[in-house]
């Protein structure tokens, strides 16, 4: 039967997710905020639903979004990432009003949004663990409990909001009068940015590796991981490239780790897709560090190995089907690489550059080349949102090939208007260690020469600004 789904997000996911819902034959709803009211997202959907003038707020809105659901008819709501994704309240107000949430039950993502508890679950079940503290007590105590972990475990120490997610409310410590000084601004952060001023400790791994596993498991408790991802290249704790599979040699370990990432959603009770996130320090042991309870950016480059569309599967899975393969039947093959282009100026430490418009949007193509993106010749980037424009993700049958694929890419992609990442990404993957697939979450501080480029325009990105120009004005600016 057909299905009405609603997609609470807006940009790149919300596209992604309305092709998976139109191809399943559903009818896909969408919700925008005024400055979203020229996005590709609610061009695409079969119905496009106005929530209020935002900006972020509106889609932030649970009884709005719900309201909005009920009033439309919608029979499910898939939350993208960010937003209201790991929201407990939403997956429980839509469970409360008969409408299926396209995720975890609600008391999983209760319990794994909290990392304290998301600790203990894991310590129970015996995975590995970084040594870490419970919720810090208010005041005083909270700080002399930090105090006295710092100095049984050694600094550097890793101070975490509980509700944290996506990279926010890390700070690194690296002494006792740093700590003293930023426990109370982390509270401060953690309460603005997930209305939560609960924080903990755990002690630092240094430079290590970020290797994440996706999983699946349906209602039955059937549980299988689609293989590994390396995601260590990273600023300020935000993902800028992802891999899949991870470089890893050791096989026995990236096995390892992919079966404890089933244990850890076993023990959790969890159903739907989710990634279940570890640290791999320099001797090559790995620790649980999270579990993400929604779809990922970098879901594409495990679909690119494996052939498995893990949103698809998602809407099927929380419609009430079980998983349609096993374990066995999930083969990875090649390499695949996703970067994140956004509208930033990494020479102005990575300022946005929201306001500005697409003038000439030309992307790459071909064998092995994915993008999920939202923009278009003509397109003004909203201010208020995030920075990213498009994913480009590229697959290759050997880590070489992929690299050389990723080169081809970057150079045939042209946006004017904004300034983006793509020269930095040029540097990036023409680095040796990069190339050698050799590199740890320091690898963007201590590759600080990336940031040296100019901007170079081939003769043919030239002809296409131009041509992009005249049809935009209507002549030839350049006539004489």
């Known amino acids: 039967m057909k299905k009405k789904i609603l997609i609470a997000n807006r940009g790149e996911i919300a596209l992604r997710i309305i092709r998976a819902v139109q191809e399943l034959g559903h009818i896909a709803v969408a919700i925008y905020e005024t400055p979203d009211k020229d996005a590709l997202h609610i061009r695409t959907a079969d119905e496009a639903i106005w929530i209020g003038d935002g900006p972020r707020c509106d889609y932030l809105n649970i009884e709005k979004v719900i309201g909005v659901a009920k009033k439309s008819g919608a029979d499910a709501i898939h939350p993208g990432y960010g937003f209201l994704a790991e929201n407990p309240d939403f997956a429980k107000a839509c469970e409360h009003n008969g409408i299926i ?23 129970d079940a015996g995975i590995p663990m970084v040594p870490g503290t419970d919720n810090l007590s208010a005041g005083d105590a909270g700080l002399r409990e930090a105090i006295d972990f710092a100095d049984k475990y050694g600094y550097p120490v890793m101070l975490k909001a509980t509700a944290g997610g996506g990279g926010r409310g890390i700070r690194r410590v690296e002494n006792e009068k740093q700590l003293r000084a930023e426990l109370p601004m982390a509270r401060a952060e953690a309460k603005s940015a997930f209305n939560n001023d ?34 260590s290249i990273q600023r300020r704790n935000q993902k800028l490239v992802e891999i899949a599979p991870s470089l890893i040699q050791d096989k026995a370990l990236v096995d390892k780790i992919c079966e404890t990432a089933v244990t850890a959603a076993k023990a959790s009770h969890y159903v739907n897709a989710g990634t279940v996130e570890f640290l791999v320090d320099r001797d090559w042991k790995f620790y649980f560090m999270e579990i993400n309870t929604r779809v990922q950016v970098e879901h594409t480059v495990t679909e690119m190995v494996t052939g ?26 090649g390499f695949a690489v996703e970067m994140r282009i956004n509208a930033e100026d990494p020479q102005n430490n990575f300022m946005p550059e929201g306001g500005k418009t697409v003038s000439v949007y030309r992307s790459p193509g071909g064998y092995g ?18 920075s990213l424009l498009v994913k480009m993700t590229v697959f290759g049958f050997s880590w070489s090939e992929t690299v050389d694929r990723l080169l081809r890419c970057l150079n045939n992609f042209v946006i004017t208007g904004p300034k983006t990442t793509i020269p930095y ?25 990336l940031i040296n480029y100019e901007d170079q325009v081939s ?12 049809h935009y004005k209507g002549e030839n600016p350049y006539a004489v």
């Open 369 to 386: 080349v994915r993008l999920d993106g939202f923009v278009y010749q003509g397109f003004t980037i909203p201010k208020v949102y995030d």
């Open 425 to 449: 990404y040029v540097n990036l993957v023409q680095d040796p260690d990069f190339k050698k697939g050799d590199f740890d979450t320091s690898f963007i501080e201590t590759h600080s020469h």
């Open 308 to 333: 498995i569309d893990i949103v698809r599967t998602q809407i099927k899975l929380a419609l009430g089907k079980n998983l349609s393969f096993t374990q066995d039947d999930v083969h990875i093959r």
């Open 459 to 470: 003769e043919g990105n030239k002809l296409a600004h131009l041509i992009a120009e005249i």
């Open 101 to 123: 949430f396209i995720g975890p039950p609600s008391d999983v993502i209760q319990a794994l949004g909290d990392k304290v508890t998301a600790r203990r679950i894991m310590l």
């Open 198 to 231: 609960a924080v903990f400790l755990e002690k630092a791994v240094i430079n290590p590796k970020h290797v994440e596993v996706q999983i699946i498991a349906d209602k039955d408790g059937n549980t299988v991981h689609l293989g590994s991802r390396d995601c």
